[in-house]
C-alpha cells in the first residue's frame, strides 16, 4: 500500500533535526521586556478570572504569598533547576505566570498533594471517541513517526501528523475535531484542563519524559499508563522536574535553531511555557531573520511581560 507522507511532516522532521545543528555565534538576549507596555491579555483569561471573582493582581499576590511561605517547595526548585542546569528564576516564573493568568493557586502547597490522590484514585485513559491513543498511533499515517526514539522528536512527530492528516477532517469514515491533539486525546476529565502547580498538560509530560528520565533516573512515561502521567504532572515532588525540563528545552531550541540565548530573561522562557510550542516558534523567528540571530529579537506576550517586570520581588523568593 502506498502512503502518502504529508509535507508537514518533512517539515517537522527538519526541525528536530535542525536541533542538533553545530552552535554558531549566538545573540545574547538581555533581561527586561521589549514592551514597554504589557501586551493585551487574553480575553479567555480574563473570563476564568471574572468567573473566580478576583483579578489578576490578587491571583498574583497570591501565588507569591504561597512561595514566600513554603521553603520546601523553593529548596525544591532551587535544587531541580540545578539539575537542569537552568537559573531557578525561569521555574519561579512560570509556576507565577500560571497561577496568576490561567488558575488560582491553593493556600497550602500540601494542598496539592491532596488534589492529586484525589484524581489518581481512578483509572486514567487517553483516548478519543472510544479509540485509545496507543490504537490511535498505531495507524499507518503515524509510519513516519517510527525512526524517532527521543520521546520530544515522537510525540512531536504524531503532534505534526495530526495536525495535518487528522485535525478537523474526516479519515477512514471518523470525523474528528479541529483542536489541539493533546486537547482531543489528552483530556479524560474536561476540556481545558491542565493540572498541578506547574499546569503542565500530559502531552508535554509525555514529550519531556526521556530528559526528565537521564536528568533524575525518573521512569519513563507510557501514554498507555495515564494514572502514571497524571502523578507526573500533578504531585508537586514529580512535577517540579517537567516543569524545568520544559523550560530547558525551550532555552535550547532558541539556543540552536534561532541563535539567540534566553537564559537571562525569565518574560521569555514563561512566554514560552505559556503559547507551548518552542520548537516551532524557533524556526519562525529564524525564518523572520533569515537565519540563526539576527535584528528581529524574541518577545515576551503579557504572560512574560509580567515575569519580567516582577523579576526582582521573584528573585526575592529563592534567597540568597
Given at each position: 500500500m502506498h502512503l502518502s507522507i504529508p509535507p508537514g511532516i518533512f517539515a517537522a522532521a527538519a526541525l528536530l533535526l535542525a536541533t542538533a545543528s553545530p552552535s554558531h555565534a549566538l545573540t545574547e538576549v538581555e533581561p527586561g521586556n521589549r514592551n514597554v507596555e504589557q501586551p493585551a491579555v487574553p480575553g479567555a483569561s480574563k473570563n476564568r478570572t471574572n468567573a473566580l471573582k478576583t483579578t489578576f493582581e490578587l491571583k498574583y499576590k497570591k501565588i507569591v504569598a504561597l512561595l514566600r511561605t513554603e521553603q520546601r517547595l523553593i529548596d525544591k526548585i532551587r535544587r531541580t533547576?540545578?539539575?537542569?542546569?537552568?537559573?531557578?528564576?525561569?521555574?519561579?516564573?512560570?509556576?507565577?505566570?500560571?497561577?496568576?493568568?490561567?488558575?488560582?493557586?491553593?493556600?497550602?502547597?500540601?494542598?496539592?498533594?491532596?488534589?492529586?490522590?484525589?484524581?489518581?484514585?481512578?483509572?486514567?485513559?487517553?483516548?478519543?471517541?472510544?479509540?485509545?491513543?496507543?490504537?490511535?498511533?498505531?495507524?499507518?499515517?503515524?509510519?513516519?513517526?517510527?525512526?524517532?526514539?527521543?520521546?520530544?522528536?515522537?510525540?512531536?512527530?504524531?503532534?505534526?501528523?495530526?495536525?495535518?492528516?487528522?485535525?478537523?477532517k474526516t479519515v477512514d469514515g471518523k470525523a474528528f475535531p479541529n483542536d489541539r491533539f493533546s486537547a482531543v486525546f489528552f483530556q479524560p476529565f474536561y476540556a481545558g484542563q491542565t493540572f498541578g502547580i506547574g499546569q503542565l498538560n500530559p502531552l508535554t509530560a509525555l514529550m519531556m519524559t526521556e530528559r526528565?528520565?537521564?536528568?533524575?533516573?525518573?521512569?519513563?512515561?507510557?501514554?498507555?499508563?495515564?494514572?502514571?502521567?497524571?502523578?507526573?504532572?500533578?504531585?508537586?515532588?514529580?512535577?517540579?522536574?517537567?516543569?524545568?525540563?520544559?523550560?530547558?528545552?525551550?532555552?535550547?531550541?532558541?539556543?540552536?535553531?534561532?541563535?539567540?540565548?534566553?537564559?537571562r530573561n525569565p518574560g521569555l522562557t514563561a512566554t514560552l511555557y505559556n503559547t507551548g510550542d518552542s520548537l516551532g516558534r524557533a524556526r519562525n523567528l529564524a525564518r523572520r531573520n533569515g537565519g540563526r540571530g539576527g535584528s528581529i529579537l524574541p518577545e515576551e506576550n503579557y504572560y512574560g511581560w509580567l515575569i519580567n517586570e516582577k523579576e526582582d520581588e521573584l528573585r526575592s523568593l529563592l534567597g540568597g
Open positions: 533547576a540545578e539539575t537542569f542546569d537552568i537559573d531557578p528564576i525561569h521555574m519561579i516564573g512560570a509556576i507565577v505566570g500560571e497561577h496568576t493568568y490561567n488558575v488560582d493557586a491553593y493556600d497550602r502547597a500540601q494542598t496539592y498533594y491532596v488534589k492529586a490522590v484525589s484524581y489518581l484514585r481512578g483509572s486514567i485513559n487517553f483516548g478519543y471517541d472510544g479509540e485509545d491513543v496507543s490504537d490511535f498511533i498505531a495507524r499507518p499515517q503515524f509510519e513516519t513517526c517510527a525512526e524517532f526514539e527521543a520521546s520530544r522528536d515522537l510525540w512531536s512527530c504524531r503532534e505534526a501528523v495530526w495536525n495535518d492528516v487528522f485535525r478537523g526528565v528520565n537521564e536528568a533524575t533516573g525518573a521512569r519513563e512515561l507510557n501514554a498507555e499508563d495515564g494514572k502514571e502521567v497524571y502523578r507526573a504532572i500533578m504531585d508537586p515532588d514529580e512535577t517540579l522536574p517537567y516543569i524545568a525540563a520544559t523550560l530547558a528545552t525551550a532555552i535550547d531550541d532558541y539556543r540552536n535553531i534561532a541563535g539567540f540565548d534566553i537564559s
